[in-house]
């Protein structure tokens, strides 16, 4: 029989000092989110672009809410509605694995009146619209950035609801209704459950987001009115970056996460570092609908 691991209390001790750590960590976004939370509500928000500038004046680098929308998404016109149309969104060239499947299904369950559309590489093709072609840099995109992409220009050129393929029961149906219903509403969807979540990198635009994280919505289930300013600037930005990196896209394209060597974009750059500060910039048109929260786990 072997002797004890003469090591085992040091062992212990580290075991016992990490989920402390983990337990305070937790505790102090508790704190902070509630903290932000009352904040939001007391304080209403107003949209300024110099909030953002450096003491010399200057924007960050990757900043972009100082632009115009497209001509396509200023006309001034009441924006369309949205279509009663689901989209589900898989960007690889692999098999759905069984637990997205029994995601699909049941939201295909869940929302009977609904056109729930996988998009596939298969079946994007005609979902391309005609003068507005992909991306060049779309193929050298990761799964996960593809699936960035996408909902931008779905939700752009389209309309509609998106969710990520998990097994849950969002009911979208009465999310569309309301949308619709309100001439002023260009998106609805959950609020955003922590400030931890909201990705703000930048020094400026990073600590506004956090502290306004309620006033967000989530990036995994929502609905859009197709062709408002909000999602021209958002597909616009995008692919702004897109062009950017091309030429890195092109040397380093991405595996299905995009953490393989060389891969230029970073997990939320063409995500939340846009969408989020765009709802904010657009928050007079931003709608909630917190029975669309999902789970974020179980997916995998």
């Given amino acids: 029989m072997s002797s004890l691991d003469p090591l085992l209390p040091l062992k212990k001790a580290k075991h016992a ?7 305070a960590s937790r505790t102090g976004i508790a704190i902070r989110d509630a903290v932000y939370s009352r904040y939001d509500t007391l304080t209403p928000y107003h ?12 924007l960050p680098r990757m900043y972009f809410l100082h632009r115009d929308p497209p001509a396509s998404s200023a006309t001034g016109a009441e924006p ?37 559309a996988l998009v596939t590489p298969d079946a994007l ?21 593809r699936s960035d992409y996408l909902r931008a220009y779905l939700m752009h050129h389209h309309g509609g609801a998106y969710a990520d393929i998990k097994p849950v029961d969002l009911h979208f149906e009465n999310a569309i209704r309301r949308l619709n ?46 062709g408002t300013p909000f999602t021209g600037e958002w597909l616009r930005e995008i692919e702004r970056r897109l062009s950017y990196y091309e ?45 669309l929260r999902p789970r974020w786990t179980g997916h995998r």
Wanted: proline share 8%; glycine share 10%; aromatic share 8%.
């Fill in 125 to 145: 093709p005609g979902l391309v619209v005609h003068g507005h072609p992909l991306h060049p840099a779309y193929d050298h995109l990761s799964f996960v950035h």
């Fill in 47 to 58: 949209f300024d672009v110099d909030r953002h500038r450096s003491r010399i004046g200057e």
């Fill in 17 to 23: 000092l990490l989920l402390g750590r983990r337990r």
């Fill in 181 to 226: 219903s309100d001439p002023d509403a260009w998106i609805i969807g959950y609020r955003e459950i922590s400030s931890s979540r909201v990705g703000g990198r930048d020094a400026r635009l990073g600590p506004e987001l956090r502290r306004r994280y309620r006033s967000l919505v989530g990036a995994s289930a929502f609905a859009c009115r197709p």
């Fill in 247 to 291: 030429e890195d896209l092109a040397l380093h394209p991405g595996d299905a996460f995009g953490t393989n060597p060389g891969y230029p974009i970073h997990w939320i750059e063409i995500g939340m570092d846009i969408m989020y500060p765009l709802e904010l910039k657009h928050l007079d048109h931003v709608r909630y609908d917190d029975s």
């Fill in 80 to 116: 369309s509605e949205a279509p009663h149309t689901l989209f589900l969104l898989w960007t690889g060239d692999n098999d759905v694995p069984a637990n997205r499947l029994s995601g699909i299904e049941s939201l295909r369950a869940a929302n009977p009146g609904l056109d729930v």
